[in-house]
C-alpha cells in the first residue's frame, strides 16, 4: 500500500537553516515528514540503521562539521540501497564548477540556499513536486537533474 | 557491463497485470489506461491474494475515481508527447474530448492529486522525453526540438533552463561525465 | 688560383727546400766532375810532353849510340865504345819508358811495335858493324854499305819517332779542345742553376717574411683577443679553465684566481688546490661531478658555494665540455662564473613568490570568508527579515515598515555584492581547466541564462558563427553573460536592446589596440549594442573593480561586472577594450588568443 506522506529528511549543522526548512515545510500544503540532523555522521548512522525509514528526497548541507556532504553524498551513491533516495544539495555556494562537480557525483537536486522565507517554500515544494513526478509517473530518475 | 534499457511502462504494466490476472483465474477485460472490468465476482481471499502479488511490481488498485482520471489524464499526456503528430489541436482540446471533461474539471482535478498542473505535467514530461533522447545519443538538440514540436532550439533549451534549472549541455555533460566514471568502475 | 693556392700553402716552402738542396747538390756533382776533368786533362798534357821528351830522348841515346860506333868504327878507339854500350842501356830504359807510357792509346801501341822493329833492326846493323870491326873483316864497301842501311834505319827511326810524335800532339789537341768545351758549358750551367736557385730562396724569403708579417698580425690581434677576453672575464666575473685529458693538468684563467679572491697564477694549477675554496658540504657534489666529466665527455652546470681567501660566500657555477684541437689532442675547457648575484636574486625572487602564494592563498581563503561565512549570516538575515515582513508587516506601524523595505534592500544589495565579489574571486582562482569548446554552445548558454531578461525587454542578438576555442568553458560563459547583461542592464528605455555580436581571425601586427607586434593568431569579438553608451574617456575606467558610471539608483550595480570580464580575458591572455557614445550605444572588443 501506498503511504501518503513524504518523507524528508534534511542534514544540516545550522540550527537557524534547519528552523526554516521545517517552518517551511510546515507551511506548504503538502504532507510531508521531516527529519533533520546536526551532521553527516548522524545522517548516515541513521541511513545505515537496518530497519530505517529510508526518505524520499534527502537535503544535504555541503559545510558540515565530521563528515560533509560531499561524502555523505559519496557513501550513499556507493550504495544500492539508497537508490532509490531523491538526493538534494542544499548549499550557500554558487560556484558553477561545484554545481557540476556535485551533479556528476549523482545528486540530483543543488539548490542554492535562497535569503527569503518565501523563495525557500517555493524552492522546497518544487523540489518535491518534482520528485513526486518522478516518483509517481515512472519517470526515468537516472536523467533527474535540477538546479534552484 | 553496463547496459543501457528503455522500456515502455504500458506494455510491461499491461503484461504484468494479464499474467497476474490469468494466474489467479480472474474473468476480465482490460479497457486500457489501467483500467480493467471484472467480469465476475471473486471470492475475497482470492482477491487480495491477487492484489498483494500486484503490490510487488508496484501495482495498485486504486478505488477512488479520482486517481483514476488523473492517471488517465498523465497517460493521455505521455501518449501526446510520444505521437505529436496525433495531437492537432491544443492539449486541452485535445485532453478535455479524450476524456469526456471539460478543461477546467480535469485540470483542477489534476492540481489536487499531483500538486501540480496539466501545463506544468506536460513540460515536465516533455523535458523528460527530451532527456531520455538526447541521453540516447542519437538525435540532435536541434532534431529533439524539431520532434517535441518546440518552434526552435533556443526554446527547448530556455524550457529545459526553466524546469531543470541547468542547460542542455550541462545537463549532457554531467550524464557523460557519469557515464565515464561507471565505465572505470 | 692554384698556383696561388700552392704558393700560399705550406707544401710550396718545403718544396723550394727540398728543390735547392738538390740545386746545390747538382752544383757541386757538376763542379766535381768538372775539377776532375780538369785534373786529367792536365795529366793528359803532362803526359804527352813527357811521351815525346822520352822519344826525343830515345832519338838522343840512338843518335848517341850511333856516334859511338862511329867514331869506334872511324878511331878504332875503345872509349867511343862506351857512349856506344851506355847509349845502348839507356835506349832500353827509354823505349821502356816509352812503351810504358802508350801502353793505353792502341795507336801509339802500333806504332811503338813498329818503332822497336826499327830500333832492333838499327841496334842489330850497329853491333853487326860493331862485330865485324872488331872481327877485322869489315871492308869499305861493306862498311859504306852497312853505313847506308844504317842511315836509312835510323830515318826511318826518326820519321817514326816524329810520327808519334805528332800523334801525340794531335791527341793533345784534341783533348784539350774538349777539355775547353767542358769548361766553356760549365759556368754557364753552374749560373743558370745558381740563378734558379736564387729565385727560388728569393721568393722563399719573401714568402717567409709575409709569414712573418701575418704571424706577427695575428699575434697582435690573438694579444688582443686575450686582453680582451680576460678583460671580458673581469667584467663578466667568470674565468675559463682547460684540463688536459692525457695528463690531467689544469691550466686556470687569471680571472679564477680573482674570483677566488687570490692573486694571478698564484698557486699550483690543480684541482685540489681548487677545491679547497668549495664549501666544505658542496665538495662531494663537486667532486662527483668532476671526477666524471672525462668519462661523460661534458660537465652539465652545476651551481656550488665557495669561500674566498678574503672568507666571503660566493656561488659559482661551473659548465665545461670536450673539444679536440687541430693537433687532435682532447681538451675539457670549461667556465667557472661568479652567479651571487643571481643566486642571491632568484633566492629573494623565490622567498617573494612564496610571500606571494601566501598571501594569494590568504586572499583565496579570505574569499571563502566572503563567499560562505559572510553569506550565512546575511542570507539569515534576509530570511528573518524576509519572515518578518511576511507575518508581522500589518502589525508594523508606518515607519516599521518602511525601515523594514530598507533593510531589505541594503541587505539585497550586499548580497549581490558579496555575490559579485565572489564571482570576482572565482575568476581570479589559480586552478584554471582549459577545455576546447565551441563558443557558439557557450553563447547558447548565456542567453539560455538571460533569457527572462532577454524576454523582458525583448532584446534582440544577432550573431556570426563563433569558432571552436581552447578556454575555460565556465569563464568564457561568464564573459559572454556579462557582456549581454551589461547591454541588456544599459539599454534605452522603450528602445528593445539589439546586441550583434560579430567575430573575425586577426593577427596581433593588424590590430592597433593590441600592445602585441607579433604574428600571433586572435579571435576577434565584438559586442555591440544600441543601448544608452558612455562617454569615450570612461572606456578603460569601467574595467576597474567597483567603478560604476551611473547612480545606483538609476541602474543596480556592483561595478564588478566589468572588471570580471578583464580578468576572465586576462586569463585567456587576451584583451578587452570598450568604446562608446553617448544615446548611440558602446562596443566591447575582446580579443581570445587562438592557441
Request: with cysteine.
Amino acid at each position: 500500500m501506498q503511504k501518503e506522506y513524504i518523507h524528508i529528511i534534511l542534514a544540516d549543522d545550522d540550527e537557524d537553516d534547519r528552523l526554516f526548512f521545517t517552518d517551511a515545510f510546515e507551511e506548504l500544503k503538502i504532507n510531508t515528514k521531516v527529519n533533520t540532523f546536526a551532521d553527516g555522521v548522524a545522517l548516515m548512522n541513521y541511513l545505515n540503521q537496518p530497519d530505517a525509514v529510508l526518505p524520499d528526497v534527502l537535503f544535504l548541507d555541503l559545510n558540515m562539521p565530521r563528515k560533509n556532504g560531499i561524502e555523505c553524498l559519496d557513501e550513499i551513491k556507493s550504495d544500492e540501497k539508497f537508490n532509490d533516495i531523491a538526493i538534494a544539495i542544499f548549499s550557500t555556494s554558487s560556484s558553477e564548477e561545484h554545481i557540476e562537480e556535485t551533479f556528476v557525483r549523482g545528486a540530483n537536486i543543488y539548490i542554492k540556499k535562497p535569503s527569503d522565507f518565501a523563495t525557500l517554500k517555493k524552492v522546497l515544494s518544487d523540489v518535491v513536486t518534482l520528485n513526486w513526478q518522478y516518483h509517481t509517473s515512472g519517470l526515468n530518475k537516472d536523467n533527474f537533474l535540477m538546479r534552484i | 557491463m553496463k547496459i543501457y534499457i528503455k522500456f515502455d511502462f504500458n506494455t510491461v504494466c499491461r503484461k504484468v497485470l494479464e499474467d497476474q490476472l490469468e494466474k489467479h483465474k480472474i474473468k476480465h477485460r482490460i479497457l486500457g489506461f489501467g483500467e480493467v472490468e471484472i467480469l465476475e465476482k471473486t471470492e475475497t481471499v482470492a482477491f487480495s491474494a491477487f492484489t498483494a502479488e500486484l503490490a510487488e511490481y508496484g501495482i495498485s488498485i486504486i478505488e477512488n475515481q479520482k486517481t483514476v482520471l488523473v492517471q488517465k489524464i498523465k497517460d493521455t499526456i505521455l501518449e501526446m508527447i510520444h505521437n505529436p503528430e496525433l495531437v492537432t489541436v491544443k492539449s486541452s482540446v485535445y485532453l478535455s474530448e479524450k476524456l469526456s471533461h471539460s478543461y477546467g474539471y480535469l485540470s483542477n482535478l489534476f492540481s489536487d492529486v499531483t500538486y501540480t498542473s496539466i501545463e506544468n505535467y506536460i513540460i515536465i514530461q516533455k523535458i523528460e522525453h527530451a532527456k531520455q533522447l538526447m541521453v540516447s545519443g542519437q538525435l540532435s538538440l536541434t532534431e529533439i526540438a524539431f520532434k517535441l514540436n518546440y518552434s526552435s532550439v533556443a526554446h527547448l533549451s530556455t524550457q529545459f533552463k526553466n524546469v531543470t534549472g541547468i542547460t542542455p549541455s550541462a545537463f549532457q555533460r554531467i550524464i557523460n561525465k557519469r557515464k565515464e566514471i561507471a565505465l572505470k568502475k | 688560383m692554384k698556383l696561388h693556392a700552392f704558393y700560399k700553402s705550406p707544401t710550396f716552402l718545403k718544396s723550394v727546400f727540398v728543390v735547392s738542396i738538390f740545386a746545390i747538390f747538382f752544383i757541386s756533382a757538376v763542379t766535381f766532375k768538372h775539377i776532375n776533368l780538369l785534373n786529367n786533362s792536365s795529366k793528359w798534357v803532362t803526359h804527352s810532353y813527357e811521351v815525346n821528351l822520352e822519344l826525343e830522348r830515345l832519338f838522343s841515346y840512338l843518335k848517341d849510340s850511333e856516334t859511338g860506333q862511329r867514331g869506334f868504327l872511324i878511331t878504332k878507339d875503345s872509349t867511343f865504345l862506351e857512349p856506344y854500350l851506355h847509349a845502348k842501356e839507356k835506349i832500353d830504359r827509354s823505349f821502356k819508358i816509352v812503351k810504358s807510357y802508350t801502353k793505353d792509346n792502341p795507336l801509339q801501341e802500333n806504332n811503338i811495335r813498329k818503332l822497336e822493329f826499327y830500333i832492333n833492326k838499327r841496334q842489330n846493323y850497329l853491333s853487326k858493324t860493331l862485330h865485324m870491326s872488331l872481327n877485322r873483316s869489315l871492308s869499305d864497301e861493306q862498311l859504306k854499305e852497312k853505313m847506308i842501311i844504317g842511315k836509312l834505319t835510323m830515318d826511318s827511326v826518326r820519321s817514326h819517332i816524329n810520327e808519334m810524335i805528332l800523334l801525340e800532339k794531335k791527341n793533345l789537341i784534341a783533348r784539350e779542345l774538349s777539355y775547353k768545351d767542358t769548361i766553356k758549358i760549365t759556368p754557364i750551367f753552374v749560373y743558370i742553376t745558381l740563378l734558379i736557385t736564387l729565385v727560388l730562396i728569393s721568393i722563399s724569403y719573401i714568402r717567409i717574411n709575409k709569414d712573418l708579417e701575418k704571424m706577427q698580425v695575428s699575434n697582435n690581434r690573438l694579444k688582443l683577443l686575450n686582453e680582451s677576453s680576460s678583460l671580458a672575464e673581469m667584467v663578466g666575473n667568470f674565468g675559463s679553465w682547460q684540463q688536459d685529458i692525457t695528463t690531467g693538468v689544469f691550466t686556470f684563467s687569471d680571472n679564477i684566481y680573482r674570483l677566488l679572491g687570490c692573486e694571478p697564477q698564484s698557486f699550483k694549477k690543480g684541482q685540489d688546490d681548487f677545491i679547497k675554496f668549495v664549501h666544505p658540504e658542496d665538495r662531494h657534489t663537486f667532486e662527483g661531478l668532476t671526477s666524471e666529466q672525462i668519462d661523460n665527455k661534458n660537465l652539465p652546470a652545476f651551481t656550488y658555494r665557495v669561500t674566498t681567501k678574503d672568507k666571503k660566500l660566493r656561488y659559482f657555477r661551473t659548465t665545461g665540455r670536450i673539444v679536440t684541437n687541430k693537433m687532435g689532442n682532447d681538451l675539457l675547457i670549461g667556465t667557472t662564473s661568479d652567479v651571487t648575484d643571481e643566486v642571491l636574486s632568484s633566492l629573494s625572487l623565490e622567498q617573494q613568490n612564496l610571500e606571494l602564494e601566501a598571501s594569494n592563498k590568504e586572499l583565496l581563503a579570505f574569499n571563502y570568508v566572503a563567499s560562505h561565512d559572510l553569506q550565512e549570516p546575511l542570507r539569515k538575515i534576509q530570511t528573518f527579515i524576509s519572515r518578518l515582513s511576511d507575518k508581522e508587516y500589518d502589525k508594523l506601524s508606518d515607519n516599521g515598515k518602511e525601515y523594514i523595505n530598507r533593510i531589505l534592500s541594503s541587505a539585497e544589495r550586499m548580497r549581490i555584492l558579496i555575490d559579485d565579489l565572489l564571482q570576482y574571486s572565482r575568476a581570479n582562482k589559480t586552478e584554471k581547466v582549459f577545455e576546447k569548446v565551441n563558443l557558439n554552445d557557450l553563447l547558447e548558454n548565456a542567453k539560455v541564462d538571460l533569457a527572462q531578461s532577454i524576454e523582458e525587454k525583448s532584446a534582440v542578438i544577432e550573431h556570426e558563427s563563433l569558432p571552436k576555442m581552447t578556454v575555460i568553458p565556465f569563464q568564457i560563459q561568464q564573459l559572454f553573460i556579462n557582456l549581454i547583461g551589461n547591454s541588456l542592464k544599459y539599454s534605452k528605455d522603450n528602445v528593445p536592446p539589439n546586441i550583434k555580436i560579430s567575430c573575425q581571425k586577426v593577427t596581433a601586427t593588424e590590430e592597433t589596440q593590441i600592445p602585441k607586434n607579433t604574428k600571433d593568431k586572435f579571435y576577434k569579438i565584438t559586442f555591440e549594442d544600441n543601448g544608452i553608451g558612455f562617454e569615450q574617456e570612461y572606456a578603460e575606467k569601467i574595467f576597474i573593480l567597483f567603478n560604476r558610471l551611473h547612480n545606483k539608483n538609476d541602474y543596480a550595480g556592483t561595478g564588478i561586472g566589468l572588471a570580471i570580464c578583464k580578468k576572465i580575458v586576462e586569463n585567456h591572455r587576451g584583451f578587452i577594450f570598450a568604446k562608446g557614445e553617448p544615446n548611440i550605444g558602446a562596443t566591447f572588443t575582446i580579443y581570445l588568443a587562438d592557441n
